[in-house]
T-cell receptor, first 112, second 115 residues
């Protein structure tokens, strides 16, 4: 079975500050990991994905994530938060022949 | 960029009524999915569908639920007799392949409200 755990259901940062959203995975086979963003009243948009090509993955809107096998982590970061980054962020995992499973989500608030 | 289209965007129905949620996946995708998100909660897997049959389903997907690909473009989720607890956002998704590196493309969702 595979799963992801997102630490912190709510993260609040000031505009311009570092964003760090945490995700840890559990998988008995090599995982593929994803971050999705959900803006209010909208669907899920893919931010980035890890597919074993490179451990540091760059995504849209200045976000990036690093796959660390030793820590079973795939944390999402952005050096400088913008007001428009306020949204719900979901970490997800899948493996070959398995369907995608989501974490509980982290709501990011950006203060002016 | 290709999109997954879901209709309607919002549906209100009375408890006990049947609803059909519709999705048009990306045309060259072969794998289709439904997920559910109860307000303020996590995104939950309901069912996956490939080659005109269900590949996997969760414990949420009981006998009240069914999926169908009635033609070459639509993918539907039917709830036979809705309950209050079925109120949620329902997301359709599609994928090119079953290999783990393929992400899913999600639609914008249908918000189902059961009254």
């Amino acid at each position: 079975a595979q799963s992801v755990t997102q630490l912190g259901s709510h993260v609040s940062v000031s505009e311009g500050a570092l964003v760090l959203l945490r995700c840890n995975y559990s998988s008995s086979v090599p995982p593929y990991l994803f971050w999705y963003v959900q803006y209010p009243n909208q669907g899920l948009q893919l931010l980035l994905k890890y597919t074993s090509a490179a451990t540091l993955v760059k995504g849209i809107n200045g976000f990036e994530a690093e796959f660390k096998k030793s820590e079973t982590s795939f944390h999402l970061t952005k050096p400088s938060a913008h007001m428009s980054d306020a949204a719900e962020y979901f970490c997800a995992v899948r493996s070959n022949n398995n369907d995608m499973r989501f974490g509980a989500g982290t709501r990011l608030t950006v203060k002016p | 960029e290709p999109e997954v289209t879901q209709t309607p965007s919002h549906q209100v129905t009375q408890m006990g009524q049947e609803v059909i949620l519709r999705c048009v996946p990306i045309s060259n995708h072969l794998y289709f999915y439904w997920y559910r998100q109860i307000l303020g909660q996590k995104v939950e897997f309901l069912v996956s569908f490939y080659n005109n049959e269900i590949s996997e389903k969760s414990e949420i997907f009981d006998d009240q639920f069914s999926v169908e690909r009635p033609d070459g473009s639509n993918f539907t989720l039917k709830i036979r007799s809705t309950k209050l607890e079925d109120s949620a956002m329902y997301f359709c998704a599609s994928s090119e392949g079953q290999e783990g590196g393929y992400g899913y493309t999600f639609g914008s969702g249908t918000r189902l409200t059961v009254v």
